[in-house]
């Protein structure tokens, strides 16, 4: 059973920072690519940010420049470095494990204006 476990989650005022942690279980965490999802309320889960297993990057366009996703694969964790955040960052996030399907419980962000 893969797991997947976020924390760094919290409330921060606008323009402050916080990084997401991601660690799994099990031996797959080099193989896969790796997700960023957010879900603000009343709105659908949104692609954040996307890693591969060979570390390259893609953002959505709402968060470039401003989100790094990274990974440490002999931690088994993948990061989400957000800067400069705004309230419209919001939201529930999530991280997804391609190779298995799987999600985690996913930690609040809350930014103050």
């Known amino acids: 059973q893969v797991q997947l476990v976020e924390s760094g989650g919290g409330v921060v005022q606008a323009g402050g920072s916080l990084r997401l942690s991601c660690a799994a279980s099990?031996?797959?965490?080099?193989?896969?690519?790796m997700n960023w999802y957010r879900q603000a309320p009343g709105k659908q889960r949104e692609l954040v940010a996307h890693?591969?297993?060979?570390?390259?990057?893609n953002y959505a366009d709402s968060v470039k420049g401003r989100f790094i996703i990274s990974r440490d694969n002999a931690k088994k964790t993948v990061y989400l470095q957000m800067n400069s955040l705004k309230p419209e960052d919001t939201a529930v996030y999530y991280c997804?494990?391609?190779?298995?399907?799987?999600w985690g419980q996913g930690t609040q962000v809350t930014v103050s204006s």
């Open positions: 890693i591969t297993s060979g570390g390259d990057t």
């Open positions: 099990g031996s797959f965490f080099s193989i896969t690519g």
């Open positions: 997804y494990a391609l190779y298995s399907g799987s």
